[in-house]
């Protein structure tokens, strides 16, 4: 079947529908991971945007239940240059095209994602309309992809946040992975499991998965939960996560990131996370002409002069002339010099733009899980 894809700058790109009929709209960006298309599928980040794969060949391995980062896929459409309709893994549940289909994620193959990309580098992300259909006209898909929200603004945290507090058992995820990739849990000097309470502002399954499999126990609460509400059941630090949107639009997260900032207690935030924390701690944030997708960008750690390769996602950044004085630069992105970490100089209170947890990309940040549970053992 015919689809198109049509840009608000006026380009339209022809291909062939690669999941289910009908038509969307988003953001289109790019990401340039050769694999975990799964996990890219699934990220809440992902919310409201059209993803293009970079990668030429998307679907080889197929889909399985034990690979998602949250319920079912976030993404607004899908963009590859070629879709593999055979699944060639032993632990394939299904054909990405099954799984798309199933799901109702609208997509589309056969494009130059290459052109495409280039498109997106050099004037920037942009909003899209994909349709299917042998009907379908690109210039009126044009004029739909102009009148499509923008990003900037956009607060989507509260499509993807949890509904109501709970505790994280990791049994409870499709396909769970109890005991995968599971760490020998150390002695604690508090003589006792510590807790987490997380704010879910989009969370990704695998941050939950790698605070069970450092011994914590971690309770995760709706992003519009008060900060009062939340230190009632005495956790021993508090965590921000990844999600979707504008972090200038969520100001009532920010308040509360405020009210725990000056509570003895360590806070510790990814992505999202990181740039409402900033925001908490005085610094402002900024739209990137075409943000970091992937799980190849290069950051160095300040202190030591390491370099980490970290999975990202993220369209916002932290304005580096915005950061007072009280707060340290801990991590800078060596493609762009952007800001990838902070830390309060006097207070247990730290973030990080990229994603530790990987999910996919390399592990390079793990340590970062470490250094969140050492300060809570130190105030515990």
């Known amino acids: 079947m015919k689809a198109l894809l049509a840009l608000e700058n006026g380009q339209v790109f022809e291909g062939v529908a690669a999941g289910a009929p009908g038509e969307t709209s988003g953001e289109v960006v790019f990401n340039t991971s050769l694999t975990g298309y799964q996990e890219v599928l699934t990220d809440p980040s992902y919310a409201g945007q059209i993803v293009t794969m970079t990668a030429p060949l998307i679907g080889n391995y197929g889909v399985s239940a034990q690979d998602g980062e949250s319920r079912g896929p976030q993404v607004a459409g899908f963009v590859m240059r070629e879709e593999s309709r055979v699944a060639s893994n032993w632990r394939s549940e299904s054909t990405l095209r099954e799984y798309l289909v199933a799901n109702n994620i609208v997509a589309i193959s056969d494009v130059d994602t290459r052109a495409l990309t280039r498109v997106l580098r050099s004037t920037g ?16 898909l044009v004029e739909k992809a102009r009148a499509a929200r923008q990003m900037a603004g956009a607060d989507l945290v509260k499509d993807v946040t949890c509904a109501a507090p709970f505790d994280w058992a990791p049994a409870d995820e499709p396909g769970a992975r109890v005991g995968r990739d599971l760490i020998l849990e150390p002695q604690r000097r508090a003589g006792r499991r510590l807790k987490v309470a997380a704010y879910d502002l989009g969370m990704k399954y695998n941050i939950l998965r790698r605070f069970a499999e450092h011994g914590v126990d971690v309770r995760v609460y709706p992003a519009t939960t008060p900060a009062a509400d939340l230190m009632k059941d005495h956790p021993d630090g508090v965590f921000f996560s990844n999600g979707p949107g504008d972090p200038a639009a969520l100001p009532y997260v920010v308040e509360n990131a405020k009210v725990l900032a000056e509570a003895d207690v360590p806070v510790f935030g990814i992505c999202l996370g990181h740039q409402v924390l900033a925001q908490a701690l005085g610094a402002r944030t900024f739209k990137l002409k075409f943000g970091h997708r992937g799980t190849n960008h290069p950051v160095k750690h300040v202190a030591t002069g390491a370099v980490e390769i970290t999975s990202q996602n993220h369209g916002f950044a932290v304005d580096p002339a915005s950061i007072p004085a009280d707060v340290e630069v801990t991590h800078v992105n060596l493609y762009d010099n952007t800001v990838e970490g902070l ?13 530790p947890e990987a999910a996919p990309g390399p592990h390079d940040a793990d340590y970062l899980f470490r250094e969140f549970l050492d300060a809570m053992e130190a105030r515990a």
Do not use: W
């Open 125 to 140: 992300v942009m909003n899209g309309v994909i349709a299917t259909g042998a009907s379908v006209r690109g210039e009126d």
């Open 343 to 355: 830390k309060h100089r006097s207070r247990p209170i730290f973030c990080v733009q990229y994603h």
